[in-house]
């Protein structure tokens, strides 16, 4: 009960000043950029809390990463690569990739600790292997090898909305023909606006996160704060054809209308 009121009472906090800090953020967004990234790489220096929740499943990794082995499996036999972006510790992909005919893999991540622990949790999946430390928008400019998939498991979020469509008219141009872009993220609904998201997608978390103590749940929500800013569905469909691709559909939505699974194909 007690801890239950602290985790209200840490919502409340996060959320107050919302409404005028969000107006700042966008005046700003484009030079809060690094910035945001190294609050975002403050965070998930603190794996135990990411940890916690994959462990619960509070994101649906099972069934994501469930989706994701078996759509590998349909559409890609012998052979194929994949870059995994914001591949933090690789615990779930690594389990999905086990099962497929992968051969090449990429993994790059902003953090050491989920580095560490993905280069073991990978040892399992027999491919050619390269884990690179780094930010992803950057290295995806930088790239010159192509992929048959890309996957982006919870991290475009982070991105504003013209990195986001830089990142995707990027990715349209290195995936492989009959290749494909896959990403796991929150998502606003269509009704949503930021302020809107930020108030439903807490109030789940209040809720349902129990396992986290309050000074967890405060870490969480100050970083959603600062540095959580999904898209509308419409908005990733509207990207598809000025991006380089055919198409973009849902292959997962959680019952909370926050975590979902689209794919773009070439
Ligand atoms: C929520 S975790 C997701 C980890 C894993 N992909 C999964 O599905 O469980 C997000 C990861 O993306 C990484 N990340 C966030 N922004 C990044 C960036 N700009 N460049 C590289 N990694 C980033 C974080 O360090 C973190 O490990």
């Keep these: 009960m007690q801890k239950n009121k602290a985790r209200i009472f840490a919502g409340f906090i996060f959320l107050l000043p919302l409404v005028k800090r969000e107006r700042i953020h966008v005046r700003r967004q484009v030079t809060k950029i690094d910035r945001r990234t190294k609050d975002v790489k ?38 194929f690569s994949l870059l995994d972006l914001g591949c ?90 009959n290749g494909c872009l896959m990403i796991f993220d929150p998502f606003m609904r269509e009704s949503d606006d930021r302020r809107e998201y930020l108030r439903r997608s807490l109030k789940v978390y209040t809720k349902h996160w129990r396992v986290l103590t309050p000074e967890e749940m405060a870490r969480l929500f100050g970083h959603i704060k600062t540095s959580d800013y999904p898209e509308k569905f419409s908005m990733y469909r509207s990207l598809a054809p000025r991006t380089g691709f055919r198409k973009v559909r849902y292959l997962f939505k959680d019952p909370f209308g926050i975590h979902c699974l689209i794919c773009y194909y070439v």
């Design 42 to 79: 403050a965070f998930f220096d603190r794996w135990k809390i990411y940890q916690k929740a994959m462990k619960n499943n509070y994101m649906f990794h099972r069934e994501v990463y469930a989706i994701l082995r078996k759509f590998l499996q349909k559409n890609f036999r012998q052979g």
């Design 88 to 177: 933090g510790d690789a615990s779930f992909i690594s389990k999905a990739l086990r099962h497929t005919g992968i051969s090449q893999y990429r993994g790059v991540d902003l953090t050491d600790v989920a580095l560490g622990i993905a280069r073991e949790n990978m040892k399992k999946v027999k491919c050619d292997k390269k884990f690179i430390k780094g930010d992803f928008a950057k290295f995806i400019r930088k790239n010159k090898e192509t992929y048959d998939v890309i996957w982006l498991g919870l991290a475009l979020h982070h991105l504003s909305l013209r990195q986001k469509a830089l990142f995707l008219t990027k990715c349209g141009k290195i995936i492989n023909k």
